[in-house]
């Protein structure tokens, strides 16, 4: 099967391109590094030309509401309009466990995004994720000082290995529409997580753990985040993660 994977160079787009090549799949990769810009469009034809199946694990940096959502707007029209296009059969996008219950900035554009492709032209499959276990990390590094700062938030995070993987499985079978959730092995506060990831790898930082002033602060720390129902659940827990990241601090 000929696949497209949609930022394919990030955290989870990456092991999505290494599974689908192991499987005998024949990958494009859809990134500004390799040329193709989802937000004007460009080479996005050329790009899909031949191509059955679409993974879409894009992202953009940003917590705010109206720039996630202009991002995940413009992208998902040009991505899709490209798709139907090219004839491409399947889309299938990642998404985020509880952006319906937490309706903070970013998941609004994340909330817009399923909209968008669950009514679009092109038959598709949404799979809903909860936090990375390389969250951790990045919130150690995100900005410089002793200090990380992490909201009250109950969490059942997943290794990008296990997202990716489960991405795969459900995008070489037929479009289902919206997919039973898929959360990691174990519940825990992620302001604990933070500190674990930071005692065993560092950097060494203090980290706080604060209330967000919000509804949707409130609902993630009582669980908004957490899947509500039966569904896939990753194989690597938080402890193992940790014990085999490689000492550059480069994430695997």
Not at 71 to 88: I, Y
Request: glycine content about 10%; overall charge positive; proline content about 7%.
């Amino acid at each position: 099967m000929r696949i497209a994977v949609a930022g394919g160079t990030g955290t989870v787009g990456r092991p999505v391109v290494e599974r689908a090549r192991e499987a005998g799949h024949d990958v494009v990769v859809i990134s500004r590094s390799h040329g193709i810009d989802l937000t004007t469009g460009a080479g996005l034809d050329e790009a899909l030309r031949g191509v059955e199946t679409v993974v879409d694990v894009s992202n953009v940096q940003t917590i705010g509401k109206g720039q996630s959502i202009r991002f995940f707007e413009k992208t998902t029209r040009n991505l899709l309009a490209a798709e139907e296009r090219a004839g491409v059969r399947h889309h299938a996008l990642l998404s985020i466990v509880g952006i319906d219950r937490v309706r903070w900035g970013y998941y609004l554009g994340k909330l817009r995004q399923e909209e968008l492709v669950l009514a679009g032209p092109v038959p598709a499959t949404v799979l809903r994720a909860t936090q990375f276990f390389e969250l951790t990390l990045q919130s150690l590094t995100l900005y410089p000082g002793p200090l990380a700062v992490v909201p009250w938030m109950r969490a059942q995070p997943v290794a990008a290995a296990d997202v990716a993987a489960e991405l795969l499985r459900v995008a070489e079978k037929p479009a289902a529409g919206r997919v039973p959730e898929l959360a990691g092995p174990e519940v825990m506060k992620m302001a604990a997580a933070v500190r674990r990831a930071a005692k065993v790898h560092g950097p060494r930082k203090l980290v706080a753990s604060v209330p967000w002033p919000s509804v949707a602060g409130w609902r993630m720390a009582t669980g908004g985040l957490l899947p509500t129902g039966p569904g896939p659940r990753g194989t690597v827990r938080f402890e193992d993660w940790l014990a085999k990241l490689p000492e550059s601090g480069q994430l695997p």
